[in-house]
């Protein structure tokens, strides 16, 4: 044959569908073993076993996509997906799998189906970050029948699995952390609504203040969009309420409450306390230090490699909720007097 052999010649031989072909080249149990056998051999005689696949799964070098989000809002360029991808990639490598960064734009515009996109680059199984629930792709990844992992967002498909931290407990101790030093109006600056952790962690700061008998009160929630700008306008908003504290979904949110803090004259933490969410590297950018929800980056990497390999070898795999902690920095103290700052 003078083109490389592809799936859809063994489909147009076999007369069989692309995901019954593909699930038996990739030893899925539901597929009757005389049609693997017949897809087996087919390959083998068309020569698309030697140009992909191995009869053992276990045997053939596996390829992974790996896509990560990035904030156009953050000139540093620092989002809380690098070190967990870096984490990712070295822990796929002690498996022997092939990693391929998946270009952003490919989820930016989801111009081409979501299963399509990803077996174009001949993928395995995928790694998705940063997918909002009004994406097509979302509804696209409830039916797919790729190998799929998913960070911080849950879907139900047999295929599709989730890996995430607690966003909820992850607010909540930041809420609770602030409540304990002395702070009653605390502001939220929460993502946007279409990203299921934003409203994960604004149930936990609303959880927090019930366990602390504290009104829940809708103006102290400044909805942004995880940008350094929405920082600044939730800073602004929020300090016409007289907040002594503000949680941010973000540390990159967190950063633009500090600069717009500083042009204030506002002292940090004797005016105003401050919380980021990821403990990235922007954290060392502030003075004083940010206090941040840490989610684990690298214990997070592990767990995600270990899914991804008990998917390709196609054992028993559920979700797995992580536990985040908070880190403690200079940002936070007890509240003081604030009203001659603003």
Known sequence: MANRPRIEDICEKLHLSKATVSKALNGYDSVREETRA???ACAREIGYAQARYSEDVKARYTRIGITMTSFAGNPH????YQPLVNSLMGELEQYHYETVL???????EQSVPYEQAMRSMNLDCAFLTGLRIDDPYYKQIQTTELPTVLW???IRNPVVHCVS????EGMRLAASYLIELGHRRIGLIMGHRQAQVSLLRRDGYMLALLDAGLPIDPELIFEGDYSETAGALG?????KK???GILCV???TALGVYRAAMTKGLRIPEDLSIIGYDNTALTSYTVPGLTSVDQHSDQVGKVIATTIHNMMRHRPVGDTILHPSLVIRGSTAAPGDIGTAQ
Do not use: A, H, R
Request: proline share 9%; no cysteine; charged share 10%.
């Open 152 to 154: 911080d967002m849950s």
């Open 242 to 244: 007289n907040v002594t």
């Open 235 to 239: 800073f602004y908003e929020l300090m």
């Open 38 to 40: 017949q897809v087996l």
């Open 102 to 108: 998946i270009p952003p734009s490919v989820l930016q």
């Open 165 to 168: 931290s607690d966003s909820t």
């Open 250 to 252: 973000s540390d990159t």
């Open 77 to 80: 360029g620092i989002t809380p």
